[in-house]
């Protein structure tokens, strides 16, 4: 499952679960490693597909000579920000995947197929789509690349959309600050570092974990497969958070909806410490549970 810890610069193999963020800076970059992304995929038994926008490049991936196997994929729908539209197509193409001998799927995204449904996303619905894509991802164990092109989208969004991605490849990879993806277990990982610069992707990050139960396929389950009324943030790989990371945590958590309990595992020191400074640990509205 993705981690953001293996070495894209090595290009390690991708495992089943990871959902990587690519910001592609070039074309040549963009046949470079979409032919290591599909080559991969085909060495380790995956079933590989290609999505892309009607003029984008991904349509060139699927004319590679040494990867017969692959498959186009057009966009799912004309509401295009629909993850749980895309996840049902992917479970299913899993199960057949699997069916047929395959180690599972592996899709290559290139998400300029979102530019054919304008307006332009935003930031907020770009974390959410992401990110409930990512859980289901993680759920089914698909690998699925998103490949944003720096030219046609926002280059201060797509730098915080790649923030919730466990994984990313590519030549502009600086360090995004924090990351926050599913782990399949209805646990949240984050790790790194939050403050004033991406505290917006992080605010809508968690947002959209406490709201994940929404979805028109039910709420988000326990390993159990009982209903979850618990989110569970793992914070062992957070290195720092500063007073508006600590804020926007405890916003989020009173904003959110009724039932659900919000639950802090391996909280560093230094954060419970803060977290008792700034008396979250006594705000009735805040009710975060920090455990250590």
Known sequence: MGTGTRDAVRLDPLQPGDHVGWIVG????????????????????????????????????????ELPEHTRLSPLRSDALDPDAMGQVFARETAAACHEG?????????????????????????VDFELRLGRMVAEMGAIVVCAYRARRFDPGTVAQVMCVHGLEIGENRPDRGFRMWSNGQNVWEVHGEVDLSNAAAFRAALETALSDGDSPDGPAREPNGDAAATVRLRLSGLRFIDVTGMRTLALAAQSRRPGVRLVVQAAPRKFRRWWELLGYDQDGDCGVEIQA
């Open 26 to 65: 070039s074309a040549e970059e963009y046949e470079r490693l979409s032919r290591w992304c599909l080559a991969d995929g085909a060495r380790a038994g995956d079933k590989l597909f290609v999505l892309g926008s009607r003029a984008g490049g991904a349509a060139r991936a699927t004319h590679l000579p």
């Open 102 to 126: 395959y180690r599972g799927v592996r899709v290559l995204a290139d998400m300029e197929w979102l530019l054919d449904h304008p307006p332009a996303p935003t930031l907020e619905t770009l």
